[in-house]
């Protein structure tokens, strides 16, 4: 019999350098308290946040690829009532943002995923996030890889689906191909209000 074939969903390498000790302690500890349970994430569109927070804030922000958590951390820093879900598939990137993370006084509010985003964004509840960040991502430069870009007409319908009225969509590069690329895809969708 036949096994179905396994579709890819993130592309490129997802571990460097091996983790020091500090930052594999950390993944041992706290990576199982903070990740998502994959089993909830149906892809369906019906996931509530009560879910997956044990804190029920008002707010909610989704950071895609974090890289190694900075900035995810200075947002959890100066909001700490607010709830976050960071997603970054690279583990030497996980791994960072949880030492980082174990000097936080709280973990009520942060839930990771290392996988692909786009599985919490396609099972999150219409109209459930306030902010979305996605800063320097992968630019796939080859033509035929941009349906590896995570700013697409797809994931940028499924952005606009996912965001309360007057929620923001940040984007950032340094890459001018990217940028001009991302906001094209954005501002064709036609949902989106340029600020």
């Excluded at 820093?77 to 990137?93: C, S």
């Excluded at 996030?129 to 080859?142: A, E, G, Q, T, V």
Aim: aromatic share 8%; charged share 25%.
């Amino acid at each position: 019999m036949n096994e179905p074939r396994k579709v890819q969903r993130v592309y490129g390498r997802r571990m460097g350098k091996p983790l020091t000790t500090a930052r594999q302690a950390a993944v041992d500890g706290l990576l199982p308290a903070l990740e998502i349970d994959k089993s909830i994430l149906k892809e369906t569109g019906n996931l509530e946040l009560a879910q997956i927070f044990l804190a029920p804030f008002d707010r909610t922000t989704l950071e895609i690829g974090f890289g190694n958590g900075e900035h995810l951390i200075g947002l959890i820093n100066a909001a700490p009532n607010t709830n976050y879900i960071g997603v970054e598939p690279f583990l030497n990137g996980m791994a960072a943002f949880l030492k980082d993370a174990t000097a936080l006084p709280s973990h009520n509010n942060i839930r990771v995923l290392m996988d692909d985003a786009m599985m919490v964004v396609k099972s999150l509840k219409s109209e459930t996030l306030d902010d979305i960040y996605i800063l320097n991502p992968d630019p796939w430069p080859k033509k035929r890889h941009y349906k590896r870009r995570i700013v697409r007409p797809e994931t940028v319908a499924e952005y606009h689906r996912v965001l309360k009225p007057g929620g923001r969509l940040i984007c950032a590069t340094d890459v001018d191909e990217l940028a001009e690329w991302m906001v094209t895809q954005i501002v064709t969708h036609g949902g989106f209000e340029w600020t």
